[in-house]
Nanobody, 116 residues
Framework: QEQLVESGGGLVQPGGSLRLSCAAS????????MAWYRQALGKKRELVAL???????TYPDSVKGRFTISRDNAKNTMYLQMNSLKPEDTAVYIC??????????WGQGTQVTVSS
């Protein structure tokens, strides 16, 4: 059974940076796409970054220029580098992976809090 485990969350001041990690239990090149979502209290889950098997990336305007998604196939790990963090970035960040014809997988989430 596929497992995704996030780490790297924590408390950071506005303008600071964090790097989140998502470790997979299998080779991540098996996934057609991987992504980071976030869900703030009282808000709907939203996509914040996506990377395809080919390596192309997608970001919404809310994080474009501040967040960078990447992966290390040798380590079976995906990353989200978050810079210039704002209080509105506070949320649970959740790892996602898609294997076409097999399923969609979700991690448990890691809390990111941006506050002074």
């Amino acid at each position: 059974q596929e497992q995704l485990v996030e780490s790297g969350g924590g408390l950071v001041q506005p303008g600071g940076s964090l790097r989140l990690s998502c470790a997979a239990s299998e080779n991540i090149f098996n996934f057609d796409a991987m992504a980071w979502y976030r869900q703030a209290l009282g808000k709907k889950r939203e996509l914040v970054a996506l990377i395809s098997r080919r390596g192309s990336t997608t970001y919404p305007d809310s994080v474009k220029g501040r967040f960078t998604i990447s992966r290390d196939n040798a380590k079976n790990t995906m990353y989200l580098q978050m810079n210039s963090l704002k209080p509105e970035d506070t949320a649970v960040y959740i790892c996602n992976a898609v294997k076409n014809g097999y399923g969609v997988y979700w991690g448990q989430g890691t809390q990111v809090t941006v506050s002074s």
